[in-house]
C-alpha cells in the first residue's frame, strides 16, 4: 500500500511565499512521476506542476515563473516552492504520483494522491 503525505500549506499574504512537500511512502518499486494539482470551491481540479523521474517539468501558464516543482528521487519526495502568490492561488493542493508497485508483468503503475493541503492567499 502506499501513501502520500503533504506539509506546508498554511495562510499566507499576498506576494509572499509557502513551500509545499510531499512524501510517498509504502510498497513502491519506482516513483514514474509526480506532481501537484489544486481544487478551489466550485472549481474543478486543475493541474500545477507535474515533475518526471528524469526531472523533465510541466506547469500551468498560471503559475510559471512563480512555482517551481522540485524531487528528490532517493526519498520519493516532491516539492512545491511558490512565490509572488495572489489570492487566486487559494485553494485545496493535492499531491499526486504515479507509482509502479510490483515487477508483475500487465500491472501497471498506479495513481495515488494525498489527503490535500489547504493554502490560502490573503489580499
Known amino acids: 500500500q502506499v501513501q502520500l503525505v503533504e506539509s506546508g500549506g498554511g495562510l499566507v499574504q499576498a506576494g509572499g511565499s509557502l513551500r509545499l512537500s510531499c512524501a510517498a511512502s509504502?510498497?513502491?518499486?519506482?516513483?514514474?512521476?509526480m506532481g501537484w494539482y489544486r481544487q478551489a470551491p466550485g472549481k474543478q481540479r486543475e493541474l500545477v506542476a507535474g515533475?518526471?523521474?528524469?526531472?523533465?517539468?510541466n506547469y500551468a501558464d498560471s503559475v510559471k515563473g512563480r512555482f517551481t516543482i522540485s524531487r528528490d528521487n532517493a526519498k520519493n519526495t516532491v516539492n512545491l516552492q511558490m512565490n509572488s502568490l495572489r489570492p487566486e492561488d487559494t485553494a485545496v493542493y493535492y499531491c499526486?504520483?504515479?507509482?509502479?508497485?510490483?515487477?508483475?508483468?500487465?500491472?501497471?503503475?498506479?495513481?495515488?494522491w494525498g489527503q490535500g493541503t489547504q493554502v490560502t492567499v490573503s489580499s
Open positions: 509504502g510498497t513502491i518499486y519506482s516513483v514514474i512521476a
Open positions: 499526486n504520483a504515479e507509482i509502479l508497485t510490483t515487477l508483475q508483468l500487465g500491472v501497471g503503475p498506479g495513481d495515488y
Open positions: 515533475i518526471t523521474s528524469g526531472g523533465s517539468t
